[in-house]
């Protein structure tokens, strides 16, 4: 247990705690580090307060227990690899009101099969779900100008995706070796 005077929790704090289950952070945090998470795959439960802002690069990297995670509405930047690799994975939602995205995001959650992704957001970032395998459901916002390179790509299952009228500009191999039919 953290105590409530706990604002922040810095870069790589629980990475590589294998015994690591489950944890509630005090309401008191309001950052979350780079790679804070990283490699804890027994981590099956974590409780993030309204408060917490950012997250930090890799904060939950290779967390395989982790199944579903729904971020905060207090959240305004979600660093690059927050959830690269975690296997588990298989529904997120990410607050309304993200003000910065980073790259692979989602990249190699192979059990990912649907995401809610913010209005408001302007770009899928390089390789954000690259490697999901399983993705059947994302709707893309209005607000989307831009789909990064290999943003799906290898997404297997992703038979068919509506882009928004806004989109103007499709990087490469954006939707490379993807389950795309129409």
Do not use: W
Not at 38 to 46: G, K, Q, R, V, Y
Not at 156 to 173: E, H
Request: glycine share 8%.
């Amino acid at each position: 247990t953290l105590p409530n005077s706990v604002t922040a929790i810095g870069n790589h704090t629980f990475a590589y705690c294998p015994a690591l289950t489950e944890l509630t952070l005090p309401n008191s945090v309001t950052a979350i580090g780079n790679y804070t998470f990283a490699n804890c795959p027994a981590l099956t439960e974590l409780t993030l307060p309204d408060r917490v802002e950012s997250i930090g690069d890799g904060a939950f990297q290779s967390c395989t227990g982790l199944t579903e995670m729904t971020l905060p509405d207090s959240v305004k930047r979600i660093g690059n690899r927050v959830f690269y690799y975690c296997t588990g994975l298989t529904k997120a939602i990410l607050p309304e009101h993200v003000d910065s995205i980073g790259i692979e995001v989602f990249y190699g959650c192979e059990n990912l099969e649907s995401a809610t992704l913010p209005e408001g957001m302007t770009a899928l970032g390089t390789r954000f779900f690259a490697n999901c395998e399983k993705l059947t459901d994302v709707t893309i916002p209005a607000s989307v100008t831009e789909i990064g390179q290999q943003a799906f790509s290898y997404c297997k299952s992703l038979k068919a995706i509506t882009l928004p009228d806004g989109v103007k500009s499709i990087g490469d191999s954006a939707f490379y070796y993807s389950g795309i039919q129409a």
